[in-house]
């Protein structure tokens, strides 16, 4: 079935440590591939987004993320977090056939930084 | 440039009442899309309008909830009568243009609804 995971609910890291967020998918075609961040209180907000090209992704606040079609992942990353990176992380895709730019979310990973 | 606005922010009610949220959209922006979001869940589409039609409402509970857009701009989702697994947020999001190209959608504060 077409789906896409986040195997991690809750992650907690220290302030300035590194992160590293999964997602897997699970389609025919490698689909459209999105992380967005979602504060308490606030919508959702575009970190960074993956069509095609360069595997390594730029984003947004300092994260990137890395595409690897042989393990259908596409992993959020930063190398040291802030206090203010706490929030929620939702993994989505938008599927290449039959698009009609419906996103897909994970069940998303809640982030919880330490001072 | 206005982000996508959303009213009321909250709202409880009892189960079998009525309620309605609005949506403005980012002007312009021909696509609309409402979002459920069940607590401890990912934003789930339940329908979405392209100009003043509806391109998807495939996951939308036509029983109880209704949408509309009319003129192409603002819209508004109402659900008549309530449920309890009707507690969520509903967040509302608008593209320039949907499908092909992938266009960024740009979401709105949401509305946290709580049936009692």
């Known amino acids: 079935a077409q789906s896409v995971t986040q195997p991690d609910i809750h992650i907690t890291v220290s302030e300035g440590a590194s992160l590293e967020l999964r997602c897997n998918y699970s389609?025919?075609?490698?689909?459209?591939l999105f992380w967005y961040v979602q504060s308490p209180g606030q919508g959702l907000q575009l970190l960074l987004k993956?069509?095609?090209?360069?595997?390594l992704v730029q984003g947004i606040k300092g994260f990137e993320a890395e595409f690897k079609r042989s393990q259908s992942s596409f992993n959020l990353r930063k190398p040291s977090v802030h206090w203010s990176d706490a929030a929620e992380y939702f993994c989505?895709?938008?599927?290449?056939?039959?698009?009609?730019?419906?996103?897909?979310f994970g069940q998303g990973t809640t982030l919880q930084v330490k001072p | 440039e206005a982000g996508v606005a959303q009213s009321p922010r909250y709202k409880i009610i009892e189960k079998r009442q009525s309620v309605a949220f609005w949506c403005n959209p980012i002007?312009?922006?021909?696509?609309l899309y409402w979002y459920q979001q069940i607590l401890g869940q990912g934003p789930k589409l339940l329908i979405q309008?392209?100009?003043?039609?509806?391109?998807?409402d495939s996951q939308l509970p036509k029983d109880r909830f209704s949408a509309e857009r009319l003129k192409g701009v603002d819209s508004t989702l109402k659900i008549q009568p309530a449920k309890l697994e009707d507690s969520a947020v509903y967040l509302c999001?608008?593209?320039?243009?949907?499908?092909?190209?992938?266009?960024?959608?740009?979401f709105g504060p949401g509305t946290r609804l709580t049936v009692l």
């Open positions: 999001a608008s593209s320039p243009i949907a499908g092909g190209t992938y266009n960024e959608q740009f």
């Open positions: 389609y025919g075609a490698t689909p459209y």
């Open positions: 993956y069509f095609s090209g360069d595997t």
């Open positions: 989505a895709v938008v599927p290449a056939s039959g698009n009609t730019g419906k996103l897909i």
């Open positions: 002007s312009g922006h021909a696509t």
């Open positions: 309008f392209q100009n003043n039609g509806v391109v998807d």
